[in-house]
């Protein structure tokens, strides 16, 4: 099972990106999935997590200005953000509690590589 994020990039204080992750690979389903944010130097912190039913947690620096949401016919979430501040600035990293098989209910996680946000004037 492999994760790929895309969307980072440089945007300007205020503006917005929109993140993506994709699950691929061979597993019978995933249950909550999530976007990490570490930033240079600091430990990876949950920013927004949702299950598989579509509900929502976000940390107190993401309320309000990211939003989470998932195509599960895809395997993918996304992380809309808006009014980005310099302190956004970091690797997102998503992740995925995933099931191998019907035979057996353990959730394994597997996280992505990282897309990078800089928000920078």
């Known amino acids: 099972v492999q994760l790929q994020a895309s969307g980072g990039g440089l945007v300007q204080p205020g503006g917005s990106l929109r993140l993506s992750c994709e699950a691929s690979g061979r597993f019978f389903s995933i249950n909550d999935m999530g976007w990490y944010h570490q930033a240079p130097g600091e430990a990876r912190e949950l920013s927004a997590s949702?299950?598989?039913?579509?509900?929502?947690n976000y940390s107190d620096s993401a309320k309000g200005r990211f939003t989470i949401s998932r195509d599960n016919a895809k395997n993918t979430i996304y992380l809309q953000m808006n009014n980005l501040k310099p302190e956004d600035t970091g690797d997102y990293y998503c992740?995925?509690?995933?099931?191998?098989?019907?035979?057996?209910?353990?959730?394994?996680?597997?996280w992505g590589r990282g897309t990078l946000v800089t928000v920078s004037s």
């Open positions: 992740k995925a509690d995933i099931r191998p098989s019907a035979y057996n209910q353990v959730m394994y996680p597997v």
């Open positions: 949702i299950t598989s039913s579509s509900s929502t």
